[in-house]
């Protein structure tokens, strides 16, 4: 059996093109590995940050919960808050005094709860 040199080059070229497909399927394949690793990184840090935003939704609606009991509190004593701080948001008096137990400022006065209050 008889080659001649167009046989060998058109081996080569075969081989070649071969070579650089094997080649080029490689170099997909890691960039695939790549993403998918990329791909796993953003999911982890996009749940985590879901997480982050469930627990800051639920610490304002605590927040907005205490907040509501506060002034039914203060509304059913009869304070306002503006009794409990300035327009500078500082108390307008030094120090509180207690009555029957319960912090009042100076300038509040207790007034009895009406009996349909009760």
């Known amino acids: 059996m008889r080659f001649t040199i167009r ?5 080569t070229a075969f081989v070649a093109v ?3 497909w094997l080649t080029d399927r490689d170099a997909m394949r ?15 840090r996009a749940r985590m940050w879901e997480a982050e935003a469930n627990r800051a939704e639920k610490r ?20 306002t808050p503006s009794d409990l701080a300035n327009f500078k948001n500082q108390p307008p008096f030094k120090k509180l005094i207690f009555v029957d137990g319960e912090p009042f400022p100076p300038s509040v006065k207790r007034q009895k709860a009406s009996p349909d209050e009760n």
């Open 7 to 11: 046989d060998l080059l058109w081996l």
């Open 18 to 20: 071969g070579i650089v």
């Open 30 to 44: 890691r960039e695939r590995a790549e993403l998918a690793k990329r791909e796993a990184e953003l999911v982890s």
């Open 60 to 79: 304002q609606v605590d927040t907005s919960d205490q907040l509501l009991r506060l002034n039914s509190s203060l509304a059913r004593h009869r304070i």
